[in-house]
T-cell receptor, first 113, second 113 residues
């Protein structure tokens, strides 16, 4: 049973455009929602994260929007650049005493010049 | 060396071989993790160690055997693997189990022939 569903699987955006990746979760006990960015040949790197007590968090060109009632959260990349081309993973974590993350399947983003 | 390092970066082994993957973190963290990353599947948590003690074994087959001699080093011993075990094996660390930020190494690309 996949607890975090991520879409789309792949995404092509023109330079300067907005990239939007969506995730939906099932377990209402999740209380931490990070996004990871992975370049080829590298491990995932934490990009930005949000907790359910806020509806939006912005860091530079990256914004997380969080809808607790819909159990959905999304990553928006404003003014997308070719250097943003990577695979993006959403994840969720339970406050069970463990820092275990449940990941989505990933979205491969290509920003065309 | 900084962050989380993993060796080797690539490994090809036969089904009857025995090999080990090594992970070292230079962040002063106390928790370490092994993940399996397969194409088009979410990252799968395999093992969790906290202060050298294994706290989670996510139903991983016994042909994978972890070892954590100290908080900075983590090994994954491999024996009698199957072709379906071919994947990217990622090591991660976090300050402790209650801190959600995990830092990943670059991974070991394993091919089982």
């Amino acid at each position: 049973q996949q607890q975090v569903k991520q879409s789309p699987q792949s995404l092509i955006v023109q330079k300067g455009g907005i990239s939007i990746i969506n995730c939906a979760y099932e377990n209402t006990a999740f209380d931490y929602f990070p996004w990871y960015q992975q370049f080829p040949g590298k491990g995932p790197a934490l990009l930005i994260a949000i907790r359910p007590d806020v509806s939006e968090k912005k860091e530079g060109r990256f914004t997380i929007s969080f809808n607790k009632s819909a159990k959905q959260f999304s990553l928006h990349i404003m003014d997308s650049q070719p250097g943003d081309s990577a695979t993006y993973f959403c994840a969720a974590s339970l406050n069970s005493g463990y820092s275990t993350l449940t990941f989505g399947k990933g979205t491969m983003l290509l920003v065309s010049p | 060396e900084t962050g989380v390092t993993q060796t080797p970066r690539h490994l090809v082994m036969g089904m009857t071989n025995k090999k080990s993957l090594k992970c070292e973190q230079h962040l002063g963290h106390n928790a370490m993790y092994w993940y399996k990353q397969s194409a088009k599947k979410p990252l799968e948590l395999m093992f969790v160690y906290n202060f050298k003690e294994q706290t989670e074994n996510n139903s991983v087959p016994s042909r994978f055997s972890p070892e954590c001699p100290n908080s900075s080093h983590l090994f994954l011993h491999l024996h009698t693997l199957q072709p379906e075990d071919s994947a990217l094996y990622l090591c991660a660390s976090s300050q402790d189990l209650r801190r959600y930020e995990q830092y990943f190494g670059p991974g070991t690309r394993l091919t089982v022939t």
